[in-house]
T-cell receptor, first 116, second 114 residues
């Protein structure tokens, strides 16, 4: 498809389990972002990749959260020892090299994570 | 730290009428961008309109326009000739020029009445 693709669309897990969320950005977009959107809130920045490297991971809440983008395209957000407070919609976005300066991000439909 | 405030949790407008969504922000920076994003029930955020802080002219995109008051740090969105498809959550967002982070407000849920 032409847009940002995120899988799974919905994920229900138990407290303490490990979760992986995948993002496939628009082809050719070098910048990739993860945001977390809790119920009733706006999205909050988690991490930004430029190519394969994490250029800014200052939004990751703690060391249970980790993200990779090994080949500069698909990215995986990994959450260890999930907690109920991790329940949220995790949004991925991408932008072309110039787009990062104008702020226009192209978002996926998000992965809704529910931790029971 | 920069903040973005949307004081209207919900708004309603009649089809074909005009509605204005409010947003204020706080920053000490001079180089920044402001945005309005739309989030329909599908959850996919879509850029509606963008304003560069250095531009005095208010941005316009078809039925969507902004009222950018830099001194007052206000950035409202006006939707003219509202359509049923405009119903969605609208988020105001801020980006400092040198960074790649968007800071979002808490959103305004817009309902369009037929």
């Amino acid at each position: 498809g032409a847009g940002v693709s995120q899988t799974p669309s919905n994920k229900v897990t138990e407290k303490g389990k490990y979760v992986e969320l995948r993002c496939d950005p628009i082809s050719g977009h070098t910048a990739l972002y993860w945001y977390r959107q809790s119920l009733g809130q706006g999205p909050e920045f988690l991490i930004y990749f430029q190519g394969t490297g994490a250029a800014d991971d200052s939004g990751l809440p703690n060391d249970r959260f980790f993200a990779v983008r090994p080949e500069g395209s698909v990215s995986t957000l990994k959450i260890q020892r999930t907690e109920r407070g991790d329940s949220a919609v995790y949004l991925c976005a991408s932008s072309p090299l110039g787009g990062q300066n104008t702020g226009e991000l192209f978002f996926g439909e998000g992965s809704r994570l529910t931790v029971l | 730290a920069q903040t973005v405030t949307q004081s209207q949790p919900e708004m309603s407008v009649q089809e074909a009428e005009t509605v204005t969504l409010s947003c204020t922000y706080d920053t000490s920076e001079s180089d920044y961008y402001l945005f309005w994003y739309k989030q329909p029930p599908s959850r996919q955020m879509i850029l509606v309109i963008r304003q560069e802080a250095y531009k005095q002219q208010n941005a316009t995109e078809n039925r969507f326009s902004v009222n950018f008051q830099k001194a007052a740090k206000s950035f409202s969105l006006k939707i003219s000739d509202s359509q049923l498809g405009d119903a969605a959550m609208y988020f105001c967002a801020y980006k400092r020029g040198a960074t790649n982070k968007l800071i979002f407000g808490t959103g305004t849920l817009l309902a369009v009445q037929p």
